[in-house]
């Protein structure tokens, strides 16, 4: 008599999943280098020269603003570029076919990303803060921080990776939104030098709620704000990844 297989569990199927993950992008440290780690350091070097002038505040966003940035290269803009990749190369209805959840890819591949990240963070932070002279006062819920700025920035990529036709398409559009996103808020430049359209449309976007959480948790101090940052990059984490779920094409066996 048959007896049928036991389907893996979830944690296996979330191990599996992830070292799979981290196995097909140990190339991708050589793009690590120019988007994660040289893009955000330049970005120091030459807005840093500018806001030496108005300050050690405005050196400080700019130093978390990058921040930011490096996580958005890393986290936002690979994981939209890997889903358009498994969707057109049909490795999504591959494993539609097995008993793996849907929820688990998206989730395995957005951590196994913030884990390739995290070179590209620390870098920025330890050379950024050397060369903009400022002092880090960590406190330690940067680690509860760090995690909560990069789920909803993966979130959003793999909603773009998922819905995008083809691979170039998913590079573009998450590029522009890179840029609009670091920019079209208090992200690197303070909220007071921003106009007030800007700082409205801001509220829409989670790089506002990570930049300021980052800022408290590295630089300080930390106030009651970074309470309701964290609130809203979980709501938004939670958001985005049930929607890229909802969004991607599965053929469930």
Same mark, same amino acid.
């Given at each position: &008599?048959?007896?049928?297989s036991?389907?893996?569990?979830?944690l296996?199927q979330?191990?599996d @999943?992830?070292l +799979?993950?981290?196995?097909?992008w140990?190339w991708s440290?050589r !793009?690590m280098?120019?988007?994660g780690?040289?893009t955000?350091?330049?970005?120091i070097i !030459?807005?840093g #020269?500018?806001a030496r002038?108005?300050? /050690?505040?405005?050196?400080?966003?700019?130093l978390?603003? #990058?921040?930011?940035?490096?996580l958005?290269?890393?986290?936002?803009n690979?994981?939209?570029?890997?889903?358009?990749? +498994?969707?057109a190369?049909g490795?999504?209805?591959?494993?539609g076919?097995l008993?793996?959840?849907?929820?688990?890819?998206?989730?395995?591949?957005?951590?196994?990303?913030?884990?390739l990240s995290?070179p590209?963070?620390l870098?920025?932070? @330890?050379?950024?803060? /050397?060369?903009?002279?400022?002092?880090? *006062?960590?406190?330690?819920?940067v680690?509860?921080?760090i995690?909560?700025?990069?789920l909803?920035?993966?979130?959003?990529?793999?909603?773009?990776g998922?819905?995008?036709r083809?691979q170039?398409e998913?590079?573009?559009?998450t =590029? &522009?939104?890179?840029?609009? %996103?670091?920019f079209?808020?208090?992200v690197?430049?303070?909220?007071e030098?921003?106009?007030?359209?800007?700082? #409205?449309?801001?509220?829409?976007s989670? *790089?506002?709620?990570?930049a300021?959480?980052?800022?408290q948790? =590295?630089v300080?101090?930390?106030t009651?704000?970074?309470? &309701?940052d964290?609130?809203?990059?979980?709501?938004?984490t939670? !958001? *985005? @990844?049930w929607? !890229?779920? #909802?969004? %991607?094409?599965w053929?469930?066996?």
């Amino acid at each position: &008599m048959l007896t049928q297989s036991k389907s893996p569990s979830v944690l296996d199927q979330f191990i599996d @999943l992830g070292l +799979m993950q981290l196995s097909n992008w140990r190339w991708s440290w050589r !793009a690590m280098v120019v988007t994660g780690i040289l893009t955000p350091l330049m970005s120091i070097i !030459a807005l840093g #020269s500018f806001a030496r002038g108005g300050g /050690q505040h405005a050196v400080v966003y700019v130093l978390t603003g #990058s921040i930011v940035l490096a996580l958005m290269f890393e986290n936002q803009n690979k994981v939209a570029q890997n889903f358009a990749y +498994m969707k057109a190369m049909g490795t999504l209805d591959f494993f539609g076919t097995l008993p793996v959840r849907r929820y688990i890819v998206i989730v395995a591949t957005v951590l196994a990303f913030f884990v390739l990240s995290l070179p590209a963070v620390l870098v920025t932070l @330890l050379l950024g803060s /050397q060369i903009l002279d400022v002092n880090l *006062t960590i406190s330690p819920l940067v680690v509860l921080v760090i995690p909560l700025c990069v789920l909803p920035l993966a979130g959003i990529g793999a909603i773009i990776g998922v819905v995008s036709r083809t691979q170039e398409e998913a590079s573009s559009f998450t =590029l &522009m939104l890179t840029i609009l %996103m670091v920019f079209l808020g208090p992200v690197i430049i303070p909220a007071e030098k921003l106009p007030d359209w800007i700082i #409205s449309i801001s509220n829409f976007s989670p *790089t506002k709620y990570a930049a300021s959480a980052m800022r408290q948790v =590295l630089v300080g101090p930390v106030t009651g704000q970074l309470w &309701m940052d964290i609130a809203v990059l979980s709501v938004l984490t939670a !958001a *985005t @990844l049930w929607f !890229a779920g #909802s969004k %991607m094409q599965w053929k469930a066996k």
